[in-house]
């Protein structure tokens, strides 16, 4: 079946530090890609995408590009800050599967000043 | 406005009682879905509706029933409440397609006592 595995956490950097959470994948066929953030006590919110191999997702200074070779789509920012902080959710969407999303287990990032 | 909203976010009842949370879309979408998210934060699709049609069942006991009464609004009840249901549940909704992002409400805690 179709997986989506996250590093483990909890990853706790300072602010300004750069951040790398890996996301890995396992899907027959070729899935959507996605990055949700949850912040404390809050819903997911779509922080970006990518639909094809190759693409990049960004947004918020936050980058992800699908890597069909490596089946990956590691997250990736240059300077974090403390409203960062939140858990980070890898998830992939197929189109056989009535378009669930599959998720990774979640990464707690937690941004210290 | 909202685009995704549940009701109650909070909800605290007792082991054996019947309760139900509400989800309406106002995003013209045609796909709703219940997702649960459990105390190690994990995400588990249960129930998927395209157009008021059950696509996704997940291994979920029966006590759970989803009902759509129309393409927005997908409603979640659950009888005979245990301990074990204890947990976030997420209603989301998004066009049914391999690369539309879906959108989440904010959440329902449920607490069994």
């Known amino acids: 079946g179709n997986s989506v595995t996250q590093m483990e956490g909890p990853v706790t950097l300072s602010e300004e530090a750069f951040l790398t959470i890996n996301c890995t994948y396992t899907a027959t066929g070729y899935p959507s890609l996605f990055w949700y953030v949850q912040y404390p006590g809050e819903g997911l919110q779509l922080l970006l995408k990518?639909?094809?191999?190759?693409d990049k997702g960004s947004n918020k200074g936050f980058e992800a590009t699908y890597r069909k070779e490596t089946t990956s789509f590691h997250l990736e920012k240059g300077s974090v800050q403390v409203s960062d902080s939140a858990v980070y959710f890898c998830?992939?969407?197929?189109?056989?599967?009535?378009?669930?999303?599959?998720f990774g287990e979640g990464t707690q990032l937690t941004v210290n000043p | 406005d909202t685009a995704v909203s549940q009701t109650p976010k909070y909800l605290v009842t007792q082991m054996g009682n019947d309760k139900s949370i509400k989800c309406e879309q106002n995003?013209?979408?045609?796909?709703m879905y219940w997702y649960k998210q459990d105390s190690k934060k994990f995400l588990k699709i249960m129930f998927s509706?395209?157009?008021?049609?059950?696509?996704i069942n997940e291994t979920v006991p029966n006590r759970f029933s989803p009902k759509s009464p129309d393409k927005a609004h997908l409603n979640l009840h659950i009888n005979s409440l245990e301990l074990g249901d204890s947990a976030v549940y997420f209603c989301?909704?998004?066009?049914?397609?391999?690369?539309?992002?879906?959108?989440f409400g904010p959440g329902t805690r449920l607490t069994v006592l």
């Open positions: 989301a909704s998004s066009l049914l397609g391999r690369t539309d992002t879906q959108y």
């Open positions: 995003l013209g979408h045609d796909t």
């Open positions: 990518a639909t094809k191999a190759d």
């Open positions: 509706y395209n157009n008021k049609e059950l696509i």
């Open positions: 998830a992939l969407k197929m189109e056989t599967s009535g378009s669930r999303l599959t």
